[in-house]
């Protein structure tokens, strides 16, 4: 019996995707990704990059999670989701450890793609609330995608397996921090 309102309107005019809702445990604030602005005539390469977003429901504040217009542009970001520590687990193609790895052993770096090279590879990353502490958790050449919280605080997730003989998604566990995955 609610009233509905549209907590993007005013910054997007109607013109953005969204995607992957999550509300916070204690029912605050709302997460999500979204790609703006879009428009669905325009080519995939030509359109913004997929965001995580914030609305918080008691002062109606909707912001970005990586402020940097920069920053927020250099890969997508979907599948968020909130730990019970207040930090955000999502899926993303920036792979930002990979390339740092690279970069230090004296390689360039550069945007893993999936096994027949025509899109990026989606691995999980978690962040702080408030933008900082970025880190990437997984390293799959395929994706690793949908996170979720189990009752004993691990992470459960969907990875495409797609190496030699094996081509198809299976269930993985891990510790929030990336360490103990298994199948």
Do not use: C
């Not at 990059?49 to 909707?62: D, H, I, Q, R, S």
Request: no cysteine; glycine share 8%; aromatic share 8%.
């Amino acid at each position: 019996s609610a009233e509905a309102i549209n907590i993007t309107g005013e910054l997007t005019q109607g013109l953005a995707a969204i995607r992957d809702v999550e509300i916070a445990y204690d029912g605050s604030t709302l997460l999500f990704a979204m790609r703006f602005p879009f428009d669905p005539n325009v080519d995939e390469e030509d359109l913004p990059t997929w965001n995580l977003w914030e609305y918080t429901f008691e002062t109606g504040e909707l912001r970005r999670i990586i402020s940097s217009d920069l920053t927020a542009e250099i890969g997508h970001d979907i599948m968020p989701k909130y730990l019970p520590d207040g930090r955000i687990i999502f899926s993303s193609t920036r792979q930002t450890r990979s390339q740092a790895i690279l970069l230090d052993e004296g390689k360039p770096g550069f945007p893993a793609m999936d096994e027949d090279e025509n899109e990026l590879a989606f691995n999980l990353h978690v962040i702080n609330a408030d933008g900082t502490g970025r880190e990437q958790l997984t390293f799959n050449q395929s994706h690793d995608l949908d996170p979720s919280v189990m009752s004993n605080g691990q992470i459960v997730f969907s990875r495409w397996d797609n190496a030699g003989p094996n081509n198809g998604i299976d269930l993985y566990r891990m510790n929030p921090d990336g360490t103990n995955t298994k199948l």
